[in-house]
C-alpha cells in the first residue's frame, strides 16, 4: 500500500504527528534558549511619585540629564527593591528605618534613618535595596536622568550565597 500524506485518514494522521514534532521542538528551543537567570520582582514597595521637572529647555543643562523625578519609597519589613541597575544618576536619603544595600559583590552596606546614599550608574552596577528591620523603611529619592530614560532597569540576581 502507497503512503500518500494528503489522503483521508493517513492525512490526520500525519499531520497530527508532523504537529507533535514540531510542539515538542518549539519547546525544547524555548527551553535551551530561555535565559538561565531572570530579573527579580519587588515586593513590599510602595512608591508615591512626588515630581518631575524637565529642564531641558534651560541652556546651561541642554547637554545634561534634563528629567529630574522625585519619589517616596517605603518598603515594608522583609521587602526588597529586587536586583536592578540605573542609567542615570539617583541621590537618596533615609528617612525611617534602615534599607540594606547589596551590589554585585554581595557584600551589605546598610544605610539608617538620616543616612544619604548615591546610585552608581550602569549595567555592570547591579544592586538591591532590602529592609531587614522590623518596620518600614522610607526613602526620598531623586533620579536624574535624560529624557526617555527608565528610572530603573530590572536585572538578574547575581550569584550570591
Not at 494522521?13 to 530579573?39: D, E, I, R
Not at 541597575?85 to 541621590?91: E, Q, T
Request: aromatic share 8%.
Amino acid at each position: 500500500m502507497e503512503f500518500l500524506p494528503w489522503r483521508g485518514a493517513e492525512r490526520a494522521n500525519w499531520t497530527a504527528g508532523h504537529v507533535l514534532v514540531s510542539a515538542v521542538l518549539a519547546v525544547a528551543a524555548s527551553v535551551a534558549l530561555a535565559p538561565s537567570t531572570s530579573a527579580t520582582q519587588p515586593s513590599g514597595v510602595t512608591v508615591e511619585p512626588l515630581a518631575q521637572v524637565d529642564v531641558s529647555e534651560f541652556s546651561p543643562f541642554a547637554s545634561l540629564p534634563s528629567t529630574f523625578t522625585f519619589r517616596r519609597i517605603t518598603i515594608a519589613s522583609g521587602g526588597t527593591l529586587g536586583w536592578h541597575y540605573h542609567d542615570g544618576n539617583v541621590l537618596a536619603v533615609v528617612t525611617a528605618g534602615a534599607v540594606t544595600r547589596y551590589e554585585a559583590d554581595c557584600v551589605p552596606i546598610t544605610y539608617s534613618a538620616g543616612s544619604g546614599l548615591s546610585e552608581t550608574v550602569g549595567p555592570d552596577h547591579v544592586h538591591v535595596g532590602r529592609n531587614l528591620g522590623t518596620g518600614p523603611a522610607e526613602l526620598y529619592v531623586a533620579y536624574l536622568n535624560r529624557a526617555g530614560e527608565p528610572l530603573f532597569v530590572d536585572a538578574p540576581a547575581p550569584d550570591c550565597p
